[in-house]
Antibody, heavy 118, light 109 residues
Framework: QITLQESGPSLLKPTQTLTLTCSFSGFSLNTNGVGVAWIRQTPGKALQWLALIYWDDSKRYSRSLTDRLTITKDTSKNQVVLTLTNVDPLDTATYYC???????????WGLGTLVTVS | EIVLTQSPAILSLSPGERATLSCTAS??????LAWYQQKPGQAPRLLIYRASTRAVGIPARFSGSGSGTEFTLTISSLQFEDFAIYYCQQYHKWPPRITFGPGTTVDMK
């Protein structure tokens, strides 16, 4: 059974760095084809993909945020960490992490964590 | 960047009716398209991947079709629990730069 859980600060001030952790179980990021993505959703708005990391350490970032984002994995802890530098009130959103595989889409999601920048 | 557009923005239907949602990609993405359902206060749920493959546990009333740039999600007979927002998402070319469509709200007439 695959589960993911996001954790991190609920409130940040502008210019600070946001660090979010996705803790997961039921799969390994050492397994061929497996990846973890981060997605956010501003209140009442659509979904925005942020970053992806795969079992082989391949990474992809949203073009609009690439200068501010870093994604890393710790396979021994079953965690993926996302950092977003220089936050702004526009970064206020619910942040989700999700499991993916090269042959599927985002098939398992965490419950999300609300981050407010004010 | 591959842009996805969805139509209509809002679809007002009654239970039992057929819902047809469209998603158009700005360039060909083969069949690397997924559909998600989201209800208020919940994370999105994967319905369809590879344009037409139902995810685990998804009822047969949900079906997807299309390839290239034009895709469709069909709900054959709307149930009360199907009233929600539906998003399409592309994951073309590994490792993909994912994009989502703006969503279609299916609400009750």
């Amino acid at each position: 059974q695959i589960t993911l859980q996001e954790s991190g600060p609920s409130l940040l001030k502008p210019t600070q760095t946001l660090t979010l952790t996705c803790s997961f179980s039921g799969f390994s990021l050492n397994t061929n084809g497996v990846g973890v993505a981060w997605i956010r959703q501003t209140p009442g708005k659509a979904l925005q993909w942020l970053a992806l990391i795969y079992w082989d350490d391949s990474k992809r970032y949203s073009r609009s945020l690439t200068d501010r984002l870093t994604i890393t994995k710790d396979t021994s802890k079953n965690q993926v960490v996302l950092t977003l530098t220089n936050v702004d009130p526009l970064d206020t959103a619910t942040y989700y992490c999700a499991h993916t595989h090269v042959d599927t889409a985002l098939d398992y999601w965490g419950l999300g964590t609300l981050v407010t920048v004010s | 960047e591959i842009v996805l557009t969805q139509s209509p923005a809002i679809l007002s239907l009654s239970p039992g009716e057929r819902a047809t949602l469209s998603c158009t990609a700005s360039q060909s993405i083969s069949d690397t398209l997924a559909w998600y359902q989201q209800k208020p206060g919940q994370a999105p749920r994967l319905l369809i991947y590879r344009a037409s493959t139902r995810a685990v546990g998804i009822p047969a009333r949900f079906s997807g079709s299309g390839s290239g740039t034009e895709f469709t999600l069909t709900i054959s007979s709307l149930q009360f629990e199907d009233f929600a927002i539906y998003y399409c998402q592309q994951y073309h070319k590994w490792p993909p730069r994912i994009t989502f469509g703006p969503g279609t709200t299916v609400d009750m007439k």
